[in-house]
């Protein structure tokens, strides 16, 4: 329970310019005035973002579309009908005086209405938009707990409202509205499949000057230390070769079998989607704090449900390697 105290606190920093972290039905977002270029910019600074990665904005309902987007077409009409609030961020040609700080310069922006409650009373006693990103160091793993934000972010934060941990626990679906079609740039938890539905028309190929997605970088969303993905049983034995060779490991499995080697960081994760999904960036900063020199995770199964779940553990993998991680 979050006292009304506290939410005055949050928008009153909101209004002055502050940054407010906040609980979304996804992960925690690092929020401030979208309508205040100063403020926004903070968010950015506190990130270490670049300048050109652009903002999500987050409205109490979808009402107050017509102050962000110069147009909203049927098919993002029927999307925001379908399931905001929730966990789907569209993107819509942007209104006048939506400042470039929070699009990135782009002509487009995202927008959605979150479904968690603590969020939508914030947004709702704020009456405008919130530009918020998740609240994670630039490219590291999203925070899903108060306390992930705190330990990231210290003091440069000026309130954070604990909501406990995320329910979802990845980032939102993102559609690209803005064209003709409505072409799918981030998976998330409604799936392809749903929005296809909810269409009624298949998703549009993102056109490849598709509005800039930087969260589709491959190295993104990834821990500090070096994440190896491996199937089945292989996850085990892989760790059991690491530990031969001396090297302290820390896997995150599903079905493999956890060897008998002293010392190893061993998480046996939900096998089910959505439990794995609410588990994933808790389990992945758990195992980058225990000192391991290695991460392994157990590559989970490939049907649709689990399709943002290996898309984050994709980039994972590739942002833990590369020097793009950053
Ligand atoms: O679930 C979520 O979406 C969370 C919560 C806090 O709402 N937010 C989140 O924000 O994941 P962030 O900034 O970490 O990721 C937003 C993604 C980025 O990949 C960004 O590049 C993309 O949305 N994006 C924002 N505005 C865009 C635009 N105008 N065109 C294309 N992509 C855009
Ligand atoms: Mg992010």
């Known amino acids: 329970m979050v006292e009304?105290?506290?939410?005055?606190?949050?928008?009153?920093?909101?209004?002055a310019g502050g940054l407010v972290a906040f609980p979304t039905e996804t992960v925690y977002g690092l929020g401030a005035d979208a309508s205040n270029p100063v403020a926004v910019r903070r968010i950015f600074e506190v990130k270490e973002r670049p300048a050109t990665h652009p903002l999500i904005v987050h409205l109490a309902d979808a009402v107050q579309l017509a102050n962000w987007a110069r147009e909203v077409p049927e098919h993002a009409r029927r999307l925001a009908r379908r399931f905001w609030p929730g966990p789907l961020t569209v993107i819509l040609k942007r209104a006048r005086g939506v400042s470039d700080v929070v699009t990135g310069g782009q002509d487009t922006?995202?927008?959605?209405?979150?479904?968690?409650?603590?969020?939508?009373?914030?947004?709702?006693?704020?009456?405008?938009?919130?530009?918020?990103?998740?609240?994670n160091r630039h490219g590291r793993v999203s925070a899903t707990t108060a306390e992930h934000v705190r330990r990231e972010f210290g003091a440069a934060v000026d309130c954070v409202l604990d909501g406990g941990a995320t329910q979802?626990?990845?980032?939102?679906?993102i559609?690209?509205?803005?064209?003709?079609?409505?072409?799918?740039?981030?998976?998330?938890?409604?799936?392809?499949?749903?929005?296809?539905?909810?269409?009624?028309?298949?998703l549009a190929?993102?056109?490849?000057?598709?509005?800039?997605?930087?969260?589709?970088?491959?190295?993104?969303?990834?821990?500090?230390?070096?994440?190896?993905?491996?199937?089945?049983?292989?996850?085990a034995e892989l760790a059991e070769e690491h530990a031969r060779r001396g090297r302290r490991v820390a896997v995150l499995a599903l079905s493999a079998r956890?060897?008998?080697?002293?010392?190893?960081?061993?998480?046996a994760a939900p096998r089910d989607a959505a439990g794995y999904a609410h588990a994933l960036?808790?389990?992945?900063?758990?195992?980058?704090?225990?000192?391991c020199e290695t991460i392994v995770v157990e590559q989970p199964p490939r049907g649709p449900e689990w399709a943002a779940i290996n898309d984050r553990l994709?980039?994972?993998?590739?942002?833990?390697?590369?020097?793009?991680a950053t």
């Not at 979802?168 to 679906?173: A, K, P, Y």
């Not at 956890?258 to 998480?267: K, M, N, S, T």
């Not at 960036?281 to 000192?291: E, H, I, N, P, Q």
């Not at 590739?318 to 020097?323: D, K, L, M, Q, V």
């Open 4 to 15: 009304d105290s506290k939410l005055d606190q949050a928008v009153a920093a909101l209004r």
């Open 109 to 135: 922006v995202a927008v959605r209405v979150p479904s968690h409650p603590l969020a939508l009373q914030l947004l709702a006693r704020f009456g405008g938009g919130v530009a918020a990103p998740s609240a």
């Open 168 to 173: 979802i626990g990845i980032e939102s679906t």
């Open 175 to 202: 559609v690209d509205c803005s064209g003709g079609g409505a072409a799918l740039l981030r998976p998330g938890w409604i799936t392809g499949r749903e929005i296809e539905a909810a269409l009624g028309a298949p």
């Open 205 to 235: 190929a993102p056109p490849p000057e598709a509005p800039r997605a930087p969260g589709m970088l491959a190295a993104h969303y990834a821990p500090r230390t070096p994440l190896a993905l491996a199937e089945g049983e292989r996850a």
């Open 258 to 267: 956890r060897p008998p080697l002293e010392g190893l960081e061993w998480i």
């Open 281 to 291: 960036y808790a389990s992945l900063r758990r195992l980058d704090d225990s000192g």
């Open 314 to 324: 994709a980039r994972a993998a590739a942002g833990s390697s590369g020097p793009d």
